[in-house]
C-alpha cells in the first residue's frame, strides 16, 4: 500500500525559508516519479514540481515558484524534500506529495496527508 507522510510545516513569517519532507513506503519510491502539489484556502490545486525517478532532473511548472523552490529526492531513503524560501503570504497552502502523474495535477488518491504552510507577519 503506497502511503506518503509530509512534514515540516507551520507558521512562518515572509521572507522565511521552510523544509518539508515527505516519506515514503510501500512501493518501490526510486522507480516512480514524484511531486509536490499544493491547495491554497479556496483554490484549486496546483503542481509544483516532478522530479524524475532519476533523481537528477526537476521540472517546475509554477511560475511563482520559480528560483525560490527547490525539489529532490533521496531514493535510499525513500524521501522527496521541498526547499521553500523567500516565502510570501501566497504561498500559504496545504502542500502535498504525490505519486508522478506526467505534466498534471495528479488525482488525490495519489497524494498523502498533507503539510500546512502558513506565512503571515
Known amino acids: 500500500e503506497v502511503h506518503l507522510a509530509e512534514s515540516g510545516g507551520g507558521l512562518v513569517q515572509p521572507g522565511d525559508s521552510l523544509t518539508l519532507s515527505c516519506a515514503a513506503s510501500g512501493f518501490a519510491f526510486g522507480d516512480y516519479d514524484m511531486a509536490w502539489v499544493r491547495q491554497a484556502p479556496g483554490r484549486g490545486p496546483e503542481l509544483l514540481s516532478l522530479?524524475?525517478?532519476?533523481?537528477?532532473?526537476?521540472?517546475y511548472f509554477a511560475d511563482s515558484v520559480k528560483g525560490r523552490f527547490s525539489a529532490s529526492r533521496d531514493n535510499a531513503r525513500s524521501v522527496l524534500y521541498l526547499q521553500m524560501n523567500d516565502l510570501k503570504p501566497e504561498d500559504t497552502a496545504v502542500y502535498y506529495c504525490?505519486?508522478?502523474?506526467?505534466?498534471?495535477?495528479?488525482?488525490?488518491?495519489?497524494w498523502g496527508s498533507g503539510t500546512e504552510v502558513t506565512v503571515s507577519s
Open positions: 504525490s505519486l508522478g502523474y506526467g505534466t498534471y495535477v495528479p488525482p488525490k488518491r495519489y
Open positions: 522530479s524524475n525517478n532519476d533523481a537528477i532532473r526537476t521540472t
